[in-house]
């Protein structure tokens, strides 16, 4: 009539032994209530409660595992409440005809369906089954929780493993059109710079995979791109980068700060005719990380041509909520220049 649920289905006899327990305790219970308030000895109201347990066990798994799965989903409520109350009379019949089947056992218990007997034997029955149901619905409760928690985690993996797989591809090309054109310049430095994106893609092979990267890691990525950048550029970028603080024992979310990085090259520098600049400190306070940068903004004429934002901001912040969703805060200033603040705790 019932099935195991499916987180015991691998521990029948743990689940079998904790039904047992609990029809004992209910046999012990009314055996030491019944011998101490009549004043009678207990061997006999034992073997009366074995006799009514072949009533009360069945009524109760009936209400437990199909009267309350059937009729609770639809809110359906007053049939449930009358069901179980029909039920219960049918088992008090049955224990009436138990008590006349076998008198020795009855500990003088009225054998008389129509009596005051009844209704309390009836109450009986509900409140017992009732408890089942109560351990139920507090088991499926905790249950659903955890899979509610299991979904959620698995709901932000693939969507860090989705924002991952998109934020990649678009770095990779952004770099590969850097070294494209110092190849069609014949610059010598291109050999550099293939070494460089060599370190870069390494990274993110080994590196990128874990859910945390070393700091120190994830700055030297940066250090990579910079120079492929200086090397694209030349004498008309501006760029420093300023490292405070002890960087050796953190970790930090692998390709989070590259991003903004590449934002200021490509709506930044790239737009620029002239001098462009960038500016990036990273500071350590204990566990807090301060994260700044700043670029010129160039400024934009008729023939200028209009950049989308891409996916590298919108990427990063998405992931921000899902790893760090209270332990950061993000400033983006636009104006003369171009200005970010992302303050992490790591």
């Not at 069945?58 to 809110?75: D, E, M, N, S």
């Not at 760029?239 to 090259?265: M, R, T």
Request: one cysteine or more; proline letters at 3%.
């Amino acid at each position: 009539m019932f099935s195991l649920d499916k987180e015991y289905k691998g521990w029948p006899f743990t689940r079998i032994a904790r039904h047992v327990l609990y029809w004992g305790f209910w046999v012990t219970f009314y055996c030491v209530l019944n011998a101490a308030y009549q004043r009678t000895g207990y061997l006999q109201w034992l073997w009366l409660e074995l006799m009514f347990m072949t009533v009360k066990i069945p009524y109760a798994y009936f209400v437990a595992y199909f009267l309350f799965p059937k009729f609770l989903p639809g809110k359906r409520y007053v049939i449930l409440f009358a069901l179980m109350l029909l039920f219960a009379f049918v088992g008090v019949a049955l224990m009436v005809v138990l008590l006349r089947l076998f008198p020795e056992f009855a500990s003088g218990q009225p054998s008389d369906f129509w009596s005051a007997k009844s209704i309390f034997r009836a109450l009986d029955l509900i409140y017992i089954a009732s408890l089942i149901v109560v351990v139920k619905m507090i088991q499926r409760v905790f249950r659903q929780e955890r899979m509610n928690a299991r979904l959620k985690e698995e709901k932000i993996g693939s969507e860090l493993q989705m924002l991952k797989n998109q934020l990649q591809p678009h770095f990779l090309l952004n770099t590969l059109n850097n070294i494209y054109g110092l190849l069609l310049d014949g610059d010598k430095k291109a050999g550099d710079t293939l070494i460089q994106l060599s370190n870069i893609i390494t990274y993110m092979l080994y590196d990128c995979n874990m859910d945390r990267a070393e700091l120190q890691k994830e700055i030297h990525l940066l250090q990579n791109y910079l120079e492929l950048e200086k090397v694209r550029y030349g004498n008309r970028l501006d760029l420093s980068l300023v490292v405070e603080g002890d960087i050796a024992e953190h970790k930090i979310a692998p390709l989070l700060l590259i991003p903004f990085v590449e934002n200021s090259f490509k709506h930044g520098v790239s737009q620029s005719q002239g001098k462009a600049w960038v500016r990036i400190l990273i500071q350590i306070f204990g566990s807090q990380l301060s994260f700044q940068i700043e670029n010129s903004v160039a400024r934009t004429t008729e023939s200028t041509p209009t950049l989308k934002s891409g996916i590298g901001l919108e990427n990063v912040r998405k992931r921000l909520n899902l790893i760090y969703p209270d332990a950061h805060t993000l400033d983006i200033r636009s104006g003369e220049t171009f200005l970010v603040n992302l303050n992490l705790d790591l």
